[in-house]
């Protein structure tokens, strides 16, 4: 019996002793139900909660939420050593900062208020289940779950001519739809998190991914023309490639339309073994998905630059990094936990003549004793002055992120000052490379979480010293596509992010030019403004 089939049928049985035999078969449609008819009964709320009640009509939205960082938000160990840590620290003043977006439905109904007795909560409670979302009536706060809740049978959501259905009342909300601005305001109340004071001793702007969005020129009072408005949904919530029905069950008669995925794609990752339903290939196929879905988003992100300049009889290496299509900054969310970082290798005849930001596989980033390392992630420190891992002790936070692009016009000097960030290689203008390279790469690389943030929490004893290996490093590889058994030259565009060499510089894809803002001139490649 399939995970779907159970879900139905529980459903059913829970509405037996309500309404009956006949009930029964009217709510499932078997009686011909079709847009338009009237519908007796609904689920209610309490089966509403319930993801597993969802899944019985939106099988593919529910196998694509159950892999995803939403459905993981309340069982991620690094969460549950952090809010335990939190709460031992403060002496329980972090009360329900965390768990009010990690599981808000819990909060809501009192089945936990400080998220340390999450495993005793039942299932359909846990993490940012489809109620949740879909149930959400007015934005009161763009910060720390600021959000209202109907508490009705309604769900909301972006099309504006819903299907009679057997389940639920059913109201197009702009807070749902992705091509409405509002809906960026919705998601922010969760992904944008001030710390509350106390136990904070003040009121840093811990993440900040809604405000970033709201300066950028993809928001709509910055940008050119509303076809350029690109909310959250827009990337992280991407359509399906055909139409399908939004909702499929017996008796229902649903048009196809654009189905919107809902993986939610970012960049943190399950580190255990999730989904985990009891049916190992679909849960190593919905992993698989996921980490796909995490990979595209991840690529599109930078354009990045590459220029050598010849230095007398060494050389430098300078390469830009442009956040052209993240739609905010980049990192984001919660930027103090990521490690993003730029490696950088020159060669000459096939030998290394420079490298920088080569770290290996389970090395800390931050324990690189690399002069020249590129690192991009936000800094918190504690009011005594030192930097520290624990949200709760920041008194303030140093930005180390490359901005949201902020104009589409090339005259305006914010194009270049607040979405673009340079380094030479080496950093020192005083040291060159030794020799004239014939091949440069550039790869670059994000942990999702540092290691050095990971090994504070396993030192502690919050967090299990196993999990360290499953932190991933992703790789940026926007010119993959480019690396076909036909195309032998591009071949390490599959394992790079950019290189300048003859074959980039020569080949008519790439943005070939000569930098003569200083001399002696650099000799640049790039890539295109869409990838």
């Not at 519908?39 to 099988?59: G, I, K, N, Q």
Request: overall charge negative; hydrophobic content about 40%; some cysteine.
């Amino acid at each position: 019996m399939t995970r779907r089939l159970v879900a139905a049928l529980l459903t059913i049985v829970g509405r037996v002793g309500i309404v009956g035999i006949g009930g029964i078969v009217g709510s499932l449609g078997v009686v011909g139900l079709s847009c338009g008819d009237d519908v007796p009964a609904y689920r209610s709320r309490a089966e509403l909660l319930d993801p597993a009640t969802c899944a019985a009509c939106h099988a593919k939205h529910y196998d694509e939420w159950s892999g995803s960082m939403h459905a993981y938000a309340s069982r991620d160990p690094v969460f549950l050593a952090m809010n335990r840590r939190g709460q031992e620290e403060t002496g329980g003043a972090l009360g329900s900062f965390c768990v009010n977006c990690h599981a808000p439905m819990a909060v809501r109904e009192g089945a936990t208020v400080d998220g340390l007795n999450l495993a005793d909560v039942p299932d359909h409670l846990q993490a940012v289940g489809c109620y949740f979302c879909h149930n959400v009536s007015a934005v009161e706060e763009t910060h720390n779950n600021g959000l209202r809740l109907a508490d009705d049978v309604t769900m909301r959501g972006r099309i504006g001519d819903p299907v009679g259905n057997p389940a639920h009342r059913s109201e197009a909300s702009s807070l749902l739809s992705g091509a409405e601005a509002d809906s960026a305001t919705m998601c922010g109340a969760c992904h944008d998190l001030v710390l509350p004071v106390p136990p904070a001793s003040a009121a840093v702007a811990l993440e900040r991914t809604f405000q970033e969005w709201s300066g950028a020129v993809f928001a709509p009072d910055q940008a050119p023309s509303p076809s350029a408005v690109a909310t959250c949904n827009s990337c992280h919530m991407p359509p399906s490639t055909a139409l399908e029905p939004i909702a499929e069950g017996p008796g229902l008669k649903v048009r196809s339309r654009t189905r919107h995925l809902h993986q939610f794609a970012g960049v943190d990752v399950a580190l255990t073994d999730f989904p985990d339903s009891g049916d190992p290939a679909r849960d190593l196929e919905l992993r698989a998905d996921q980490r796909t879905q995490i990979q595209q988003l991840l690529d599109i992100t930078l354009r990045i630059d590459v220029c050598v300049q010849q230095v007398g009889s060494g050389s430098a290496v300078y390469v830009t990094l442009d956040n052209a299509n993240a739609g905010h900054n980049w990192p984001s969310g919660a930027s103090q936990d990521r490690r993003a970082f730029v490696e950088v290798i020159a060669y000459s005849a096939g030998a290394r003549i420079y490298q920088s930001g080569v770290i290996g596989d389970g090395e800390t980033v931050t324990a690189s004793a690399d002069p020249d390392l590129w690192l991009f992630r936000d800094r918190m420190f504690a009011a005594a002055g030192g930097e520290t891992h624990m949200f709760w002790e920041a008194a303030r936070a140093e930005p180390g992120t490359i901005g949201a692009q902020v104009t589409s016009d090339p005259a305006d000097p914010r194009f270049y000052t607040a979405s673009h960030a340079v380094r030479r290689f080496p950093a020192s203008r005083s040291a060159t490379i030794p020799g004239l390279p014939d091949r440069v790469t550039v790869r670059v690389r994000i942990q999702p979480m540092g290691l050095d943030f990971v090994d504070d929490l396993i030192g502690s004893g919050h967090l299990a010293a196993s999990l360290r290996s499953a932190i991933p490093t992703f790789d940026l590889l926007p010119n993959r596509a480019l690396a076909a058994p036909t195309r032998p030259q591009f071949a390490p565009l599959a394992a790079v992010s950019m290189e300048w060499s003859e074959a980039t510089r020569t080949a008519g894809v790439f943005y070939a030019r000569q930098d003569f803002s200083e001399l002696p001139a650099k000799d640049c490649v790039g890539m295109p403004r869409k990838p």
